[in-house]
Structure formats: structure tokens, C-alpha cells
DNA sequence: GGTGAAAGCACCGAGTT
DNA sequence: AACTCGGTGCTTTCACC
């Protein structure tokens, strides 16, 4: 939980990672003019800190016949379900994030379908969560941004 | 757009690459018992065609000292202005994702801050966007799922 | 904490079946 | 389409600074 102290070359290694895992670390070592050595030991040491957490590949959904998306806000009937009905949640497939919320919702989750014949099978499965009083469900007819490079830079900007 | 015919060995091969993109080639051909060869054909298949977008490194923003979540509604005093909205929420640093969605807001986003302080400053920049009428704010207390492996799994399975 | 070189592998293309 | 194989180049370690 605690901060970890990231120098400026921290950053740029992270920078030139974040988006292309695939990056040579000769690369990343020339444009920083220090030694391949150098960059891998960093890269290290940051996996070992946890900051790096892992590395994952980026799928087009929308070629894979994936394009609908919605959040979906959860009602429950009563709060002290929650977990039980988290846990419900995390089985049923195409549900990718679910949260706790405080506001309006108890839960809050996003699915990913094929379109709304889909989405509508995955949310009739929400609601049929034992506890849940009833659901309300946002579709997402355009997504704007989405870019950790993004995130990043104005995380180290205000460092 | 279109659907891309992914046999058995490719979502084999995705299923090894999906969370740990440095997986080495060799060790996903002796589990697949095919060559290493074939694994780097396929690999650069589905990059053409578009299916593997990239890679990114899932990095620890709570040990960034980042650990505070929330999501945000936002309602539009018209929504002839959905667009230049969302041009002006793609400038505030610290909004990770927006959407634009049909049901109860016009736009929707997530942001990350430091705390709940921090968060504060986000909201505001959105309440104050020419055209925003009002915004609602849930905020995460715990995510509980976020995971590409079961999402791809799901989609294996229905093909 | 960084370097540079050397050893060990992985990548990747060419040629073959 | 997949295999083998060889050249090229990346990763990783280690003795030294």
C-alpha cells in the first residue's frame, strides 16, 4: 500500500513498457543511453516492489464479435448480501468488473456481449441473483478513451 | 468488424500469452507440442488480422499511492453537446475511461485519484465543463473482479 | 547502482516436406 | 500449414568500477 520511490529513468522505462510490453530492453537502453543491464535490474526490481504487476496482451473484442458494452447498477435488497451477492456475480461470465459502490448502487458492473440479445441474458442473470431487488443497465454506445499511458503521465507529473 | 476464425491452438496460445505476454515462444510449443516456429506464425497472424491490438503492463496504482476509484455520471444540459463534452473530459487528467451511454446519464466515466481529496478536484473539472448540467458520483469501496482470462474463456467457450 | 562483455536462449525467416 | 535449422539479436549474469 505504501509509495514506492520511482526516479526519472523509473518512469521513462515505464513509459516506453507501457504500451508495448514487447519493447527490446536494448532499445529502451539506448534511448536512455545507459546499459541493457541496467534497465533489466530496474525492471526487476520494480516487479519485486509490486509495481509492475504483471503484463497482459490487448484483444480487439469488437473482431472477436464482442462490441456491446454497459454498466449495470445493482440494487440489493439488503446491503448485508453484498458479499454473497458479489460472489454470485463472479461467476457469471461476461460480467468484467464489478465493484462495491457507495451512491446509488450497492454493486456496480460492466459486461462485455455480442449485442443486446446477449447482454440481455447476462443481466436476466444478475437479476436472478438471490438478494438482488432489481438492476439498471447503462449501454455504452461510444467509447472515448481508454489509455494508461494517459493515467501514467499524470500520475508521474505530479510527482 | 467482422469475426475472425480462431482455432483450438490459437486460444491456447492466447489463453498463455493473455496475462504474461513474455511467456517465451519455446515453452508455449512443448506445452501445445507443436515448434516454436509455428507458435511465432500464428502470434504475428493474429497481429495482422488485427486480434492482439498490443500489450501493456498492468501496473499497481494503489502502491503509486493511487488508490481511490470512483465512477461518474454525467447528465448534459443538451445532448447536442455529447461531443465537445467529451473532448473536454479527454483533456482532465485522471479520467481513465469515458462512454457515452443511453439509460440514466448522458456520459459516464471512471477516474483514479489519490483520495478522496484528490477525487474532488477531478469532479469539479467535469462539473465545471461548458455544458455539464450536474454529475453523480459513485465511489468504488472494492473491485472485485477484473480479470481478461475468464472474459476470454467466455468467449472461447461459445465458439 | 552502473557498466560491459560473454554465455545462453529466443526469435524469426528460409527452405523443405 | 507446420517443421527444422541457422543466423541474428535479446536477455541475463557477473566481475569490476
Same mark, same amino acid.
Given at each position: 500500500? *505504501? ?6 529513468? &523509473? ?7 507501457? &504500451? ?9 537502453? +539506448? ?7 541496467? /534497465?533489466? /535490474?530496474?525492471?526487476? +526490481?520494480? %516487479? %519485486? *516492489?509490486?509495481?509492475? +504487476? ?15 458494452? *454497459? ?8 446491503? !448485508?448480501?453484498? +458479499? ?6 463472479? @461467476? ?5 468488473? *464489478? ?10 458492473c460492466k459486461i462485455r456481449a455480442r449485442n443486446t440479445e446477449h447482454a440481455k441474458d447476462v443481466i436476466f442473470m444478475l437479476d436472478d441473483i438471490e438478494g438482488v431487488?432489481?438492476? @439498471?443497465?447503462?449501454? !455504452?454506445? @461510444? %467509447? !472515448?478513451?481508454? &489509455? ?5 503521465? !499524470? ?5
Open positions: 500500500m *505504501a509509495k514506492f520511490k520511482l526516479d526519472e529513468i &523509473d518512469h521513462q522505462i515505464l513509459d516506453m513498457l507501457i &504500451d508495448n510490453t514487447r519493447v527490446p530492453f536494448t532499445d529502451i537502453a +539506448k534511448k536512455l543511453v545507459i546499459s541493457a543491464g541496467t /534497465v533489466h /535490474v530496474r525492471v526487476k +526490481k520494480m %516487479e %519485486e *516492489a509490486g509495481i509492475i +504487476k504483471g503484463s497482459s496482451l490487448t484483444l480487439d473484442y469488437k473482431k472477436l464479435g464482442y462490441s456491446f458494452i *454497459a454498466y449495470v447498477g445493482v440494487f440489493l435488497k439488503n446491503t !448485508s448480501q453484498t +458479499k454473497f451477492v458479489l460472489e454470485r456475480i463472479n @461467476e457469471i461470465p461476461f460480467v468484467t468488473v *464489478a465493484h462495491i459502490t457507495t451512491g446509488k448502487f450497492n454493486v456496480f431487488y432489481r438492476t @439498471e443497465t447503462m449501454i !455504452s454506445m @461510444e %467509447e !472515448s478513451i481508454n &489509455d494508461k499511458k494517459r493515467l501514467m503521465h !499524470s500520475i508521474f507529473n505530479e510527482m
